[in-house]
């Protein structure tokens, strides 16, 4: 089946510093991938849609210059936080629509912890 | 807009114990639902789907039935195991193509 790669599973980072987390989708192109952070014991809130080749689209209340996304190919997006602050520190979920059936389907998720 | 509304959890059972998670929706049309299971420390997986109405899902002896009437699509197990400790999170794809995820309901399951 498809999957939907990230990169990397665990960060630790600084207080001010930048860091970056890939999402690559290993065996299927996806024009569209999404960005989700999920909080302790909590759902899943979408962040941003990525589309390949354009701007995010980023949801209500996200600040569009603290989470940079880049989609430069059809099977890569790259989530950055920006200036990271500890209460950044979160699992962040990356997910791609299958072109097919419209499945969705999920990284890993990557752990971020900012000092 | 569409939304997903799930039962409180956590919810814990002992091994061989009958689950049911409920999950409720509201939506425009006729959206395709999911059980999304996310196990500790990991992301989320598809357990199961179903894209109309009367559809069962079944996944690993999960189960849940499309039921338009009561715009529900309950989850349910005869047996668990611990292995089937996790969060579950009922979710539908509606019209406006994007994916709603109810909050999730954490099982545990204890031996």
């Known amino acids: 089946g498809a999957v939907v790669s990230q990169h990397p599973s665990w960060v630790i980072c600084k207080s001010g510093t930048s860091v970056k987390i890939e999402c690559r989708s290993l065996d299927f192109q996806a024009t569209t991938m999404f960005w989700y952070r999920q909080f302790p014991k909590q759902s899943l809130m979408l962040m941003a849609t990525?589309?390949?080749?354009?701007?995010?689209?980023?949801e209500q209340g996200v600040e569009k210059d603290k989470f940079l996304i880049n989609h430069a190919s059809l099977t890569l997006s790259t989530l950055t936080v920006t200036s990271a602050h500890p209460e950044d520190s979160s699992f962040y979920i990356c997910?791609?629509?299958?072109?097919?059936?419209?499945?969705?389907?999920f990284g890993e998720g990557s752990r971020l912890t900012v000092l | 807009g569409d939304s997903v509304t799930q039962m409180e959890g956590p919810v814990t059972l002992s091994e061989e114990a009958f689950l049911t998670i409920n999950c409720t929706y509201t939506a425009t049309g006729y959206p395709s639902l999911f059980w999304y299971v996310q196990y500790p420390g990991e992301g989320l997986q598809l357990l199961l789907k179903a894209t109309k109405a009367d559809d069962k899902g079944s996944n690993k002896g999960f189960e849940a039935t499309y039921r338009k009437e009561t715009t529900s699509f309950h989850l349910e197990k005869g047996s668990v195991q611990v292995s089937d400790s996790a969060v579950y999170f009922c979710a539908l794809l509606g019209y406006g193509q994007n994916f709603v995820f109810g909050p999730g309901t954490r099982l545990s399951v204890l031996p």
């Open positions: 990525s589309n390949e080749g354009s701007k995010a689209t980023y």
């Open positions: 997910s791609a629509r299958g072109a097919n059936t419209g499945e969705l389907f």
